[in-house]
C-alpha cells in the first residue's frame, strides 16, 4: 500500500512532480508574455532564457540534467507536461511589432521589417524600402493578364530552407497592404457599371473587349461575340493615401466616398507601407501583385496597382484602355521598383541578437 505502483508515496511522488511541472510551465508563459511586452513597449526587462533556468534551478523547480536538456533541446518533460522554452516568431508577434526591424540573411538582403501576418497565422517580412530590381512595365493586353505572376517571379528569389522549414517569397499584394493599415475592403460598396451596348446591372455583368491572343503583335481587342467569351467584372478601384499639407487620410473607390478614413486605415502604420526612398535609384514608387478595372458607359481600363507618394493604388496605372468601338490604348509605362514578402512559418525559432533585433536566418 505505501511503495507499490499505486501506493500511497508512490503517488504522492507523482503529485509532486505534476506540481513541479505546473509551476515551470506557469513561469515559462511568464516569461513568454514579459518577451511580448518587452516588443509591445521597447523595453528591455525580460529575462534572457539562461538567467529565467538559473532562477527556476535556484528555487529547486529544475534539475541541473533538465535544465541541460532544456539549453540543448528547447524543451523538457517533467511528469505528464512538455514544456517548450524556444521562442518562435508565431509567439512573440504582435500586431506592435509591425516596422520592427529583424536580420533576415537570406540572399544577402538585410534590411528587412515585419509587414505582418496572413490569414494562416505566417509571418510576413518585407524589405524597408523598395529594392534596387527595377520593374519595366509595358502596356499591352497581355502584359496585364500576366503581370502578377511576372512580379511574383521577380521576387521569388528571397526564399530560404530555415530549420528545415521552407520560407518562401513572392510580390508583395494589396491584401498584405490592406491587413496592415487595418484597411477593409469589405466595407466600401463597388459600382458596376456596363461596358458598351449591354445593360445587365442585376446580374452584374459587363460586354467587355477582352485581349485577343495576338494582342502584343496586333495591338488590338478583340469584342466578345459569344456569351462563353463574356466575363463579369465590376468596378473594384480604390485609393487611400495622406495629405502632405494638411497630415489627413483620404481616400476614394468606386462607389463615393461616404467612409472616414480615420475609421479604417491606421495612419501609423502607413509609413511602413510607403517604404523608404532607394539611396541609388530615387524609387519608392512600387508596384503591386493585385489587378483592377475601371469602367464607364463606353470605355474600360485595365489597372496595374502601386504604392507610392504616401499613396496605395489600384487604379492608377493604367495598362490598357479600350473603348467600344475596339480601339484601346496603350502605355509605355518605364521604371518602378518592386518589393518583395517573405513567408516566415510561425514556428520558425528565433532569438535576440546584441543589438536588441530578432535573428531569423543565421
Known amino acids: 500500500m505505501l511503495t507499490g505502483q499505486n501506493g500511497i508515496l508512490t503517488q504522492a511522488q507523482k503529485a509532486d512532480v505534476e506540481t513541479r511541472g505546473a509551476a515551470v510551465e506557469e513561469a515559462k508563459d511568464l516569461w513568454e508574455n514579459s518577451q511580448k511586452v518587452d516588443e509591445a513597449t521597447g523595453s528591455k526587462e525580460a529575462q534572457s532564457l539562461d538567467e ?49 526591424k529583424v536580420t533576415y540573411s537570406s540572399n544577402g538582403q538585410s534590411d528587412w521589417i515585419i509587414f505582418g501576418k496572413d490569414k494562416d497565422g505566417n509571418i510576413l517580412l518585407t524589405t524597408a524600402k523598395p529594392i534596387d530590381n527595377i520593374y519595366e512595365l509595358y502596356g499591352s493586353a497581355e502584359n496585364w493578364l500576366n503581370y502578377e505572376n511576372a ?73 466578345a461575340m459569344t456569351s462563353d467569351e463574356e466575363i463579369k467584372l465590376k468596378n473594384d478601384w480604390y485609393s487611400y493615401y495622406l495629405n502632405k499639407e494638411t497630415g489627413a487620410l483620404q481616400y476614394a473607390y468606386s462607389g463615393g466616398t461616404d467612409l472616414n478614413a480615420e475609421d479604417i486605415i491606421n495612419k501609423s502604420k502607413l509609413q511602413y507601407i510607403w517604404g523608404e526612398n532607394s539611396e541609388n535609384t530615387g524609387f519608392n514608387d512600387y508596384l503591386v501583385a493585385s489587378t483592377s478595372i475601371g469602367m464607364g458607359p463606353t470605355d474600360v481600363g485595365f489597372y496595374v496597382a502601386y504604392v507610392g507618394n504616401s499613396r496605395v493604388d489600384t487604379s492608377y496605372v493604367c495598362l490598357c484602355r479600350a473603348n467600344s468601338d475596339g480601339g484601346a490604348g496603350y502605355n509605355n509605362l518605364g521604371l518602378f521598383a518592386i518589393r518583395p514578402i517573405v513567408v516566415i512559418p510561425s514556428d520558425i525559432k528565433v532569438e535576440k541578437n546584441e543589438s536588441g533585433l530578432y535573428d531569423i536566418a543565421y
Request: net charge negative; hydrophobic share 35%.
Open 52 to 100: 529565467l533556468l538559473t532562477d527556476l534551478q535556484q528555487q529547486g523547480l529544475l534539475t541541473e540534467d533538465e535544465v541541460a536538456t532544456v539549453k540543448s533541446t528547447g524543451s523538457v518533460q517533467i511528469g505528464s507536461r512538455t514544456i517548450n522554452f524556444v521562442l518562435t516568431i508565431g509567439t512573440v508577434y504582435t500586431d506592435d511589432m509591425i516596422g520592427q
Open 151 to 223: 512580379l511574383n517571379a521577380a521576387c521569388s528569389g528571397y526564399g530560404a530552407t530555415i530549420q528545415e522549414k521552407q520560407v518562401t517569397s513572392r510580390s508583395i499584394k494589396m491584401d498584405d497592404i490592406n491587413y496592415a493599415s487595418g484597411f477593409d475592403v469589405n466595407k466600401l460598396n463597388f459600382d458596376t457599371y456596363t461596358f458598351g451596348t449591354k445593360i445587365d446591372l442585376d446580374n452584374k455583368q459587363v460586354n467587355y473587349y477582352f485581349p485577343s491572343k495576338n494582342a502584343i503583335t496586333t495591338n488590338y481587342w478583340k469584342k
